[in-house]
């Protein structure tokens, strides 16, 4: 491994979001973000009650290195469920606003959401293509 490679300022960024949180909206639960060894990876951990369905899994974000290749410049992810499907994101953080899109960066479903002055809670929406879509907020525990 080269030794010069270090995490992007983009996915350092997305450390405002380590620890525990309480998720409530359309979706109600907790989730908790940690740093996987090295700073590369940003790992989530989702216990939740969606639409009267748990959703329970594991989100891997970071910037996407396939052997043999530059690394990518965007914030990528992918969540495994306990049913055994996955989804795939892309993270931003710009100032206080966080965007996640579901799928690929600019595509019509994704989150986004404002820190509070003292990153105590991001408060925010799903915006689903057609209309739909969810109020959602995640407070520090």
């Known amino acids: 491994m080269d030794e010069d490679i270090r995490p992007s300022a983009a996915?350092?960024?997305?450390?405002?979001?380590?620890?525990?949180?309480?998720?409530?909206?359309?979706?109600?639960?907790?989730?908790?973000?940690?740093?996987m060894e090295g700073?590369?990876?940003?790992?989530?951990?989702v216990e939740l009650e969606?639409?009267?369905?748990?959703v329970t899994g594991l989100e891997v974000i970071g910037n996407l290195h396939p052997f043999g290749e530059p690394v990518g410049t965007d914030v990528a992810s992918r969540f495994y469920?306990?049913?055994?499907?996955t989804?795939?994101?892309?993270?931003?953080?710009?100032g206080d606003t966080l965007t996640i899109w579901a799928g690929a960066r600019g595509g019509p479903a994704y989150f986004e959401g404002v820190f509070s002055a003292d990153g105590s809670t991001v408060a925010g929406a799903w915006?689903?293509?057609g209309g739909g879509g969810y109020e959602s907020t995640m407070t520090r525990v």
């Open 81 to 85: 469920d306990a049913r055994g499907n």
């Open 39 to 45: 700073g590369f990876f940003l790992l989530q951990h």
């Open 50 to 54: 969606q639409f009267g369905a748990p």
């Open 87 to 94: 989804f795939d994101y892309v993270y931003e953080l710009v």
């Open 127 to 129: 915006v689903y293509p």
């Open 11 to 35: 996915v350092t960024a997305l450390g405002r979001l380590v620890g525990t949180w309480e998720v409530t909206g359309g979706a109600a639960g907790t989730v908790r973000y940690e740093w």
